[in-house]
């Protein structure tokens, strides 16, 4: 059992069974070592306000196979725990008292909070005729009945799968992650993708600095009789240890407590060395091992460790490219410091003073295409620092300036090898110059970026027609274009764009109907769809229900309410009675008494389209008084005023919409109601 006092509270519970010992192991420790990144840090959410780590995790360690009845203790554990992780596999659906624990979890919290991971077996295998082969206990299988017990109704429980055939363990943590934070699957997904890559450069970096590092200091040490020995001695045990412990303790990817090891082991020898006895290439490589070190402390969340630590390479690196200011190797270690210097500033949210080093980073990495043209590492450097640089922009609302430089990181992509990396780079570079030329309100161009990078993906599903996760940028790249037709008007496109988009919407559903995020994504696109059609039609008569179950399955999960009420106001609107609106304004007041109980500055800033549109909607009841009707408007007017073009986009319009009904006496709402069906996205009456 566990050490921990009885008043601890536990972010989840694993409930397994005993042969898939190794899975729990795994994940208890990858959820209790999973490091939050920095900017979700501090966000509220159903979850609370986030920490950097996750929280405690209770895995059961004692063998139940000969007790009459769960423990008081286990059941003291289930109750203190807020989500119950079942590890589902052949052992666990066979065992009595996993399923127990589903049970006692379910009474004492909630089924909702049950998740699934499956680490063996085939859910569902035994309702197919092989019940060897099941994988999900009963009270997973079906669902339960009022009082608690397993009824004959088969469920659908969120689950995640680690088998390599499946999601893979790294994937199959994220989705779990993202349930108990009450997070977006893309959040993580995208900073794991940046943090992975990161680390294994670090990886590779570490190995080929740190081995050239002590070789060089070995050799100068020689002249120094007594302590030769003893360098080349520290550097043989160094480079052992990278390429026996480290390797070893890197298992998943992303443990930084052995990276930081590395790095006590490198401060330590820097310690004891006299900076009077390096020559310029020794110190370039111990301004690189700086840059590594550093890395690793801001990945390890020791911010001040790593402003330090890059500062003092800058310095260092400054001082060498001063003396050979045309030295590819001084300029690149040069562009790095100013990255990194700069990195902690953009992480933080300060990005005027970012401006200053990724500035610096972009010139520095221009000259070092010119010094070393036709090396690929001038290129990619060059590719980081325009994307640095325009993603920077995109931040402080210079959407010209960004999109010029996300064109010019397109340029030198399309000169790189044809990788799949560079070809999914340059899929996400192509939705960035969409979403640029959106916010600057050029819809054409954007339109033809959105069909450029549907072509490139229709050509590589030609060519690996198996690559799946290709099915998921098709749909939220129809859903873009879908929103860029209604705003110009374009029927003709717009029709094709929802059959085609349809087809994918379903696609993906059919993908994993388990995940949340591709039903999510789906859904939205089906909205948007929806809201084409004339009024008294429909493509899916289920849609605002399938929106409501899902929201109702994940209530902690924002953009699950956030759809939710968004298809209860626009649909609402489509499909209200003249006569009788009163479902409509029931459901705004409902939007708006939910919204009052968020006052986390992000999620407030995620409410405004929706606050927009209540507004708007709000102005139509007739039993409002002139004024109130008028200040409704005005309130919707204000948000859109004081937002940046990003909200104007989202919502079809802008404030001067809104400009001819503030002057008027709003007599009828004929007026009133063309603005919220163009602002909402309805199909023009």
Known sequence: MSDNNNSQRYRAFIS?????????????????SYRLPKHLVGRETSAGVLASRVGKVFRDRTDLSLAPDLTVELQARLAASDYLIVICSPAAAASRWVNEEILQFSRLRSHKRVLALIADGEPFASVAGNPERECLPPALRFQLNPDGSVSERIAEPLASDMRAKGDGPRMALLKILAAILDLGLDELVRRDHQRRMRVQQLISAAALVLVSIFAGLSYLAVSARNVAEERRLAAEDLVNFMLTDLRQRLEPIGRLDALDLVGEKVLDFYSSQQASTLNTDALGRQASAMHLLGEIRDLAG?????????????????ELLAREPN??????????SMFWVGFPDFQRGEYMRAQRWFDQYLELSRKLLVLDPGSSRSQTELFYALNTQAVLKIHNAQFQESLTLFEEAEKILTELPNSADNREALINNT????????????FERAIDARLRQLA????????????????????????ELLRLFQITRDQARLSEVVNSGMVAAEKLLKQDPTNLDYRLRAYKFYLGAELNEPDGTSLSPTLLDDIRALAAEIPENLDAQMLRWEADISLGLKNREAEDNGALFASVRAFEQWASKLDAPEQQRRLQKLRVLANLVSALDPHLASSERHARIRLGQEVLRLSDSGLKYSVH???SNLDPLVSSALVDTDALMSVIRRCIGLKQA
């Open 653 to 655: 319009c802008d404030e």
């Open 302 to 318: 020791d911010t001040d460790a790593a402003i330090a630590l890059f500062s003092h390479a800058a310095q260092t690196t400054g």
């Open 456 to 479: 490139m993906i229709d050509q590589w599903l030609q060519e690996e027609p198996d690559r799946a996760n290709l099915t998921d940028y098709t749909v939220t790249a129809k859903t």
């Open 16 to 32: 397994y069974s005993h042969a898939n010992e190794r899975a729990a192991k795994w994940l208890q420790r990858a959820l209790e």
């Open 431 to 442: 939705a960035w110059i969409a979403s640029a030329n959106s916010l600057l309100g050029d």
């Open 327 to 336: 030295n590819p190797q001084r300029v690149f270690e040069h562009a790095q």
